[in-house]
């Protein structure tokens, strides 16, 4: 079955968690820096509210992957899926991210 990229079904390893991770961040954040640039600029300065609305709309989508990919990862670790909110809490969400980055795989009894 091919993984399905912004579904919350499944397991992801620590490399795909972590790589998917940098992807989502670094793609919402070059977005929003070309949005508010071109924006900016364009009729001098007055559609710059369009920017931060492609902005706000690009983060939030990189949010929503964000948390289906954690979901994947905490169905790894066995953890349950709630723990995804946590996402929404600042300053805890670093230590989420970095739990989720680092913790390996639990072994089921066989």
């Known amino acids: 079955m091919k993984d399905q990229l912004f579904s919350s079904l499944g397991y992801i390893s620590r490399v795909h968690f ?7 961040i670094a793609v919402a954040f070059f977005l929003s820096v070309l949005s508010l640039n071109f924006f900016s600029h364009w009729h001098h ?5 369009l920017g931060i609305f492609v902005s706000i709309i690009v983060s939030l989508i990189a949010l929503y992957s964000i948390t289906m990919q954690s979901i994947k990862r905490l169905n790894a670790l066995g953890y349950p899926p709630i723990y995804s909110v946590l996402l929404a809490i600042p300053f805890v969400n670093f230590g989420l991210l970095l739990f989720l980055i680092v913790a390996p795989v639990r072994k089921t009894k066989a």
């Open 45 to 49: 300065g007055t559609h710059y509210p």
């Open 18 to 24: 972590t790589l998917r991770l940098v992807v989502f």
